[in-house]
Structures are given as structure tokens and as C-alpha cells.
């Protein structure tokens, strides 16, 4: 099989992250893609998509990876965990996709901005489109978990514009409970960030019932700034977005019945940020 080939047969890019992309990658030999995953030849991208003002500052193409080792409760894109449903994309195609937008990008002073799923699940390719982009004057953000991040090196992290860092929970049974995973790589990286002086901007998705606990809140309201890098902050209402995801993908969906937070619940989640010199929206 020819990449090209499956490239122009199917359409990378989406009107917006929340379609459902499946098996877009079935087929590919496994020697393949383990090749990929060491060298960054090719990535596995569930879409691109245009116009967002909400991934990173002015407006962005945002790349979608597939691929992620979280299993977040209320995550909106279940279909980019598996790496296979993900289009499979040479290094050469993602770049000459973003470069017609170089000039656009640059009058809205906005960027490129490499979303997922887990873009470092697949580091070598990220790390390259990044590298690419940049050298093309195009602003980076890379948006992460932070799980992975020790997968960088620190010349590679100057590749890196801006870190959209998103921590799920302070409290490490709930992060566990919440994501499947420890948080302690993601607060490593967060320091290792700091001590390198990138600029980040803080994720927080607020659930009611789930992670609007205002002593977990503070806690990485107080640990963020004592970072010193965190430009900002977004807090993040949770939805139901994704729900349809869950049910055609037949996964057990535990927040189904959980409602969008109210207002001045949000606001007073961003208030425990402000309290602690944050700019938090
Ligand atoms: S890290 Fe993002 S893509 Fe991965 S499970 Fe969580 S919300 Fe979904």
C-alpha cells in the first residue's frame, strides 16, 4: 500500500473534531506503523480542522492525533484512543496540508496547534510536524497530558511554542479514578516546563460532582503559580458533546447523566486561580 494513496482517498481534514472517524488507518501492516512511531515518517491524525480560537491565542488549524493512553470518564473524542482509527498521514503530506495557511495563520495572529487524543503517543511525528511548522513561521502549541513529556528532549521543547498543559486532578485516586493514569508525570513535566521557562497554558475541565472539588482546585491553583511559566488559564465546562461517540462506539459512558456545570460554579473555579495571581478564564 502507497501512503499517497491512502491519503487522497480520504479527507484529512473535518468541520470539526467531533465527527466520528473510525478504522481510518485498518490495513496498515504493523511493521509499518511501528516504523512510524520510532522515526516520525508518518502520524496517525484523526482530522484537521480550521478556525479555532479556542486552542491556543488568535485563530488555529489544529491538528487531531489519534491515539491516547488516558481513558478519561468524560472525554469527548473516545475514537482518537486507538491510533488505527486515526488517517495515516506521511510527515511531508501533515506539513505541505498546513503550509496553505501559513499567510492566513500569520494575519490572524494564530498558529498551528497539535490536539488530540495524545500527540505524544506519537512523539517523533509531533515533534517533527512542530519543527516543520515553525520553520515555516507558523506559531506552535502542542495540547497535552503531560503523561509523556519526558519523551522530549529539551532542544525539542524550543520547538514548542506554547504547552497546553491539562491537568485532570490534583488528588492522585482521583486522577486515577478519573483518567487511568498517575498524574505525577504529568507534574513533572509541568516543573521541567517551568524550569525551562516555556510559556504554558493551563487546561482544567470542570465536572460537577467529578472535579469542581474546590481543595483539589486550589491545590493546583497554588502549584500552578509557583510554576511561573502559566500564562492563563481555562477552565473548561464540561459537556455532552461527545456522548454520541460513547454510545456508537458501544463504551459504557458513566457521565450520562451528569449536567453542564452552571455559570458561577465555573466562575468560582476561576476565582480559586485568580486568588492565587493566575489569569483564568
Ligand atoms: S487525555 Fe484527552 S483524548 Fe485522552 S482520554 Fe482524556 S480527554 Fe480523551
Request: with cysteine; glycine share 10%.
Amino acid at each position: 500500500m502507497r501512503l499517497e494513496q491512502t491519503f487522497e482517498t480520504a479527507s484529512l481534514e473535518a468541520r470539526s473534531p467531533f465527527e466520528l472517524r473510525l478504522h481510518q488507518g485498518r490495513g496498515m501492516p504493523e511493521s509499518v506503523v511501528k516504523q512510524a512511531l520510532v522515526n516520525g515518517d508518518m502520524g496517525f491524525l484523526h482530522s484537521f480542522t480550521t478556525g479555532s480560537t479556542v486552542d491556543g491565542p488568535g485563530v488555529r488549524v489544529v491538528g487531531w492525533t489519534a491515539g491516547c493512553q488516558y481513558r478519561c470518564l468524560y472525554c469527548h473524542n473516545p475514537d482518537t484512543w486507538n491510533m488505527m482509527n486515526g488517517l495515516p498521514v506521511t510527515l511531508e503530506q501533515a506539513a505541505q496540508g498546513l503550509r496553505k495557511y501559513r499567510h492566513g495563520l500569520k494575519i490572524m495572529s494564530g498558529g498551528f496547534t497539535l490536539s488530540g487524543g495524545e500527540p505524544l503517543m506519537q512523539d517523533r511525528f509531533a515533534v517533527r510536524l512542530l519543527a516543520a511548522a515553525q520553520e515555516m513561521g507558523i506559531h506552535t502549541a502542542l495540547d497535552t497530558n503531560g503523561h509523556l513529556g519526558a519523551r522530549l528532549t529539551d532542544e525539542e521543547l524550543l520547538k514548542i511554542d506554547l504547552v497546553l498543559l491539562d491537568i485532570k486532578a490534583w488528588d492522585a485516586e482521583r486522577h486515577r479514578y478519573l483518567t487511568g493514569k498517575d498524574v505525577a508525570p504529568t507534574l513533572d513535566f509541568a516543573r521541567r516546563l517551568a524550569a525551562h521557562k516555556r510559556p504554558v497554558w493551563l487546561r482544567y475541565v470542570f465536572v460537577p460532582g467529578l472535579t469542581d472539588k474546590e481543595e483539589d482546585i486550589a491545590q493546583i491553583a497554588g502549584f500552578a503559580a509557583g510554576l511561573n511559566n502559566v500564562e492563563r488559564v481555562d477552565v473548561l465546562p464540561f459537556h455532552q458533546m461527545g456522548r454520541f461517540k460513547w454510545e456508537e462506539l458501544g463504551l459504557n459512558y458513566a457521565l450520562a447523566d451528569v449536567e453542564h456545570p452552571t455559570r458561577e460554579a465555573v466562575e468560582r473555579a476561576c476565582a480559586l486561580f485568580r486568588a492565587e495571581g493566575l489569569k483564568a478564564f
